[in-house]
């Protein structure tokens, strides 16, 4: 067990992600309460109280973002829903969105009348498709219902929901790049100010959440700030769904609570590492987070604080697990070829960086690299620490400073001797696992 | 009250400005590509960062200066160390891939590129690995070549078309470092009648007029400030043309005395900082076939004969109708009234009218007027349209766009014309005028904003200057 869990409470049967189910586990219950006994600043205010920090890799505090929003400016607000799980190795909202979609909803619907939003979205990957077809038959499920709609519950409060799918690109995940392509243009991110939450989608003010954030917002709502704030550790409270791939005996999504012992978490929860194989490092939080090596993991316990004294970050939960013999220049041009790829190509560090980065590091795999490439890509990556429009051209800087660093000799051995370290290998060939 | 700190010195900045704007309206120097004052913000090139001195003992910071709101008391650095090392990795980034062909480049000499380049860089590329290679020559329209990889990806172009032009013809395709410029659908870039303002707005030579491909480099050229007769906006223009220390005596000494490019030369009051692509084109309306010979009904003659002879007939006539030129500048509209006013009876014609296919008007600046100066001509000789009295016996015609066939029977013409025409000759004296691009003058535009136009090249001897003709014509004796 990894600590209590909120969100992933309940067996998963062939029904339990329908309205049925979820009712009979006492959803919508919160919903009621809070439209019949709540004003919209009484959640704001609850939601604050909790602690909870955004689950999509940033973790910036969901009442600090919300309290920018006023309820009296007059204005239409939006909410938005980021389901566009891109960053790789994360896959946890996809569990969200495939066996609890009516938490989201319900959530959501708190949300929106917190900051009295008339009409919210869900942007969803493109190529989630179980998800969404999970997700659009439990809006119209939450639609049949009366949870959609006007006069919900009898109430003025009304609120509609829009299914938005993306067409696959990394970058829409970024908050700003994905109004604007709700918005029907290309998704480029914007700059700021203004912030997305004084004019966003629409020119409007905008609350974007990540999947499992929001879904948060109905636990906190049921149980009270107070008894969320029991779970988990007092400057990350509650807990964060992991996904764990990679050379793990046992990958998949677990909820972990925070301040629960990583190397106990990989090791005997997960299996510990495929082939019996000993750990060399993660990736503790989707690839933009610095990479830990085994050492670094001894006695860390899984929650912001820890994590960035250990040198990374929680991240988006999105954890790869790299064994013993994996060549670490292959790994990092596998991880180059995807910022290039994905790069959106508006401003001049990142458009540029990704593609020198990529061909640099392709040159020393090919076997043609220069003593100085090491330097030239820290170089690059930290040309594009803070000088982009959204984060991308930091996160490729700092998994490539974050391997780089740990990893140099790898690195010189390959320029040196046109050849890995590690036998060129991103796989591992499958053994009896250490524990049986 | 100063408003805030650039360099340690106090600067005053109006409401909503931004560091940009108010540092460059205080005379400090930022540089930037994506940046236009007439487009909104993109924030994209990201060589216009400042350093800002953090307050209160913490760090200072570094952003874009365009997208920076001023705040009271800000301290703003924009030549720090820090800021010229990231301005430096920011022009290494953009030539990476930038092929560095001036020596073939339109651009080069007022290329935003270089300025920057040799300012902040200056170093050849650091790059080992092969550039991107992209298309060049791309035809993005009719009238404009596009080299991909000149192109920094600044989207000026793009902005233009949606929020100048509106004609939404651009947009900006595939992503990363194989981001393009493109054509929205095919042909979408012809039907903007303001497409050419991109290659001026073009901060490096990526779009490029075919017009003027390969035609000069620019610094053999010098702008003569005009003013674009093509519609009664009378948008201010520079007509570029060969400096005279450069002018070419063997090797094609035709190009001396022709308009290489025709640029917008920026007036609020008027037309911004945009023309249209008719203004570009002015080089094929001002060139056409001159006329240069004064004639009598066809025969060849001498200036001074021509003028004898139209003196004669007016001294000799019953009721003398002049059809007035609107492409009269306001000196000679003004001669003509004081010297022959009295004489004739006056109509304003309109020189000029829609070409077939040609924008007739729209809400951007095109008028229907396709003639610079109707308005003053319409003051100074009234709004009547073209009618011949009873027993007109002789029409003097100033200027193009009259049909000979209207003419009243039997009645004698004087004709003044700058361009060859087959009616040149039917005409009883024909007198060979300049051109605008000959002598200097001003237009009165359709809301009353005048703008002055300079001479660029002689005229040839044969040809006078219409206020001249006009006073050869003068019967009476002028009283000063």
């Known amino acids: ?436 | 009250m100063p408003d805030f700190f650039i360099n340690g010195q106090p600067v005053h900045a109006e409401r909503g400005q931004t560091v940009l704007q108010a540092a460059l309206a205080a005379g400090f120097y930022i540089p930037y590509f994506c940046w236009h004052p007439n487009l909104s913000v993109a924030g994209n090139c990201r060589v216009c960062v400042v350093e800002v001195e953090g307050e209160g003992g913490g760090g200072s910071w570094s952003d874009i200066a365009c997208n920076m709101p001023v705040t009271e008391g800000m301290r703003v650095l924009t030549d720090s160390e820090p800021v010229r090392e990231q301005r430096k990795q920011i022009l290494q980034f953009i030539l990476l891939n930038h092929p560095v062909d001036c020596g073939v480049c339109d651009k080069a000499g007022e290329c935003m590129l270089q300025d920057h380049h040799y300012a902040y860089n200056g170093e050849p590329s650091v790059s080992t690995v092969p550039k991107v290679r992209a298309t060049k020559y791309f035809q993005l329209s009719d009238r404009i070549v596009l080299d991909n990889e000149r192109c920094i990806v600044c989207s000026r172009c793009v902005r233009f078309t949606r929020e100048v032009s509106g004609s939404h013809g651009l947009g900006i395709q595939h992503r990363g470092d194989h981001s393009l410029v493109r054509a929205a659908e095919d042909g979408a870039f012809n039907t903007d009648p303001y497409s050419d303002n991109v290659v001026d707005i073009c901060p490096v030579g990526a779009l490029l007029s075919k017009r003027f491909l390969h035609k000069a480099r620019v610094w053999y050229l010098q702008p003569t400030p005009s003013v674009c007769p093509g519609c009664a906006r009378g948008c201010t223009v520079n007509l570029w043309h060969r400096k005279h220390e450069w002018k070419l005596n063997h090797l094609d000494p035709k190009q001396n005395t022709e308009i290489a490019r025709v640029t917008p030369l920026a007036n609020p009051a008027v037309n911004g900082p945009w023309i249209c692509n008719k203004g570009r084109d002015l080089a094929a309306l001002f060139e056409r076939p001159r006329a240069e010979q004064a004639l009598l009904k066809g025969r060849p003659v001498a200036l001074g004969e021509a003028f004898a002879a139209a003196r004669r007939l007016i001294d000799d006539a019953g009721r003398p109708v002049a059809l007035v030129s609107s492409w009269g500048s306001n000196e000679e509209l003004a001669a003509f009234k004081r010297l022959l006013g009295s004489r004739f009876s006056c109509f304003v014609k309109s020189d000029q009218r829609p070409a077939p296919g040609e924008v007739v008007e729209d809400d951007i600046l095109i008028r229907a007027d396709k003639n610079p100066n109707t308005a003053t001509a319409k003051q100074l000789f009234g709004e009547a349209p073209v009618a011949f009295p009873d027993g007109a016996d002789l029409v003097l015609v100033w200027g193009e766009g009259f049909d000979f066939t209207q003419l009243p029977r039997g009645a004698r013409v004087i004709y003044l014309n700058a361009y060859l025409a087959p009616e040149n000759g039917h005409a009883d004296v024909f007198v060979p005028i300049s051109i605008q691009t000959e002598r200097g003058g001003h237009y009165t535009n359709f809301d009353g904003h005048t703008g002055s136009f300079e001479r660029l090249f002689a005229p040839k001897p044969t040809v006078a200057h219409a206020e001249d003709v006009f006073a050869k014509l003068a019967t009476t004796v002028e009283v000063a």
């Open chain 1, 1 to 436: 067990m990894t600590g209590r869990k909120l969100i992933m409470d309940f067996p998963v049967t062939a029904t339990s992600h329908l309205l049925a189910d979820y009712v009979a586990r006492g959803g919508y219950e919160t919903l009621k309460r809070v439209l019949t006994a709540l004003k919209p600043e009484d959640v704001t205010k609850e939601v604050t109280a909790s602690g909870v920090l955004g689950h999509g890799g940033a973790a910036f505090p969901v009442g600090r973002k919300w309290a920018v929003v006023k309820l009296d400016d007059g204005q239409p607000h939006y909410l938005c829903a980021n389901a566009d799980e891109g960053e790789p190795g994360t896959f946890k909202d996809r569990w969200i969105l495939e066996h609890a979609p009516h938490l989201l909803l319900e959530s959501m619907l708190i949300t929106c009348y917190a900051l009295q939003v008339r009409n919210c979205f869900v942007y969803i990957r493109g190529e989630f498709d179980r998800p969404y077809r999970r997700l659009q038959a439990a809006v119209e499920e939450a639609y049949a219902a009366g949870w959609f709609g006007e006069n919900i519950l009898g109430t003025d409060f009304a609120c509609d929901i829009v299914v938005y799918r993306g067409a696959g690109s990394y970058v829409c995940g970024e908050a700003s790049a994905l109004i604007t392509s709700i918005e029907g243009r290309k998704g480029y991110p914007r700059n700021r100010p203004p912030r997305l939450t004084v004019r966003g989608l629409y020119q409007k003010p905008t609350v974007i959440n990540n999947v499992e954030t929001l879904s948060n917002v109905a636990i906190i709502m049921r149980m009270g700030a107070e008894a969320f704030r029991k779970f988990g550790v007092a400057k990350s409270p509650g807990t964060q769904l992991v996904s764990i791939s990679g050379h793990v005996n046992k990958p998949g999504v677990y909820e972990v609570e925070y301040g629960y012992p990583l190397a106990r978490f990989i090791y005997e929860d997960c299996g510990g590492v495929l082939g019996g194989k000993q750990l060399k490092c993660i990736v503790p939080g989707g690839i933009s987070t610095k990479v830990l090596t085994a050492a670094d993991i001894e006695g860390v316990t899984y929650d912001h604080k820890a994590m960035e004294r250990a040198g990374s970050q929680v991240g988006s939960g999105g954890m790869v697990v790299i064994a013993e013999g994996t060549c670490m220049v292959r790994l990092l041009q596998v991880m180059l070829r995807f910022y290039h790829h994905e790069s959106c190509g508006q401003c001049t560090p990142c458009r540029e960086g990704m593609g020198w980065m990529h061909r640099i590091i392709d040159r020393i795999v090919e076997g043609a690299g220069r003593p100085e490439d090491i330097d030239t890509l820290v170089r690059i990556s930290n040309a594009n620490d803070g000088t982009t429009i959204c984060g991308m051209g930091d996160a490729a800087g700092y998994a490539t400073v974050g391997i780089i660093a740990k990893y140099r000799d790898e690195f010189e051995y390959y320029i040196a001797n046109k050849r890995s370290k590690c036998g060129g290998r991103l796989e591992v060939e499958a053994g009896e696992p250490v524990h049986a």
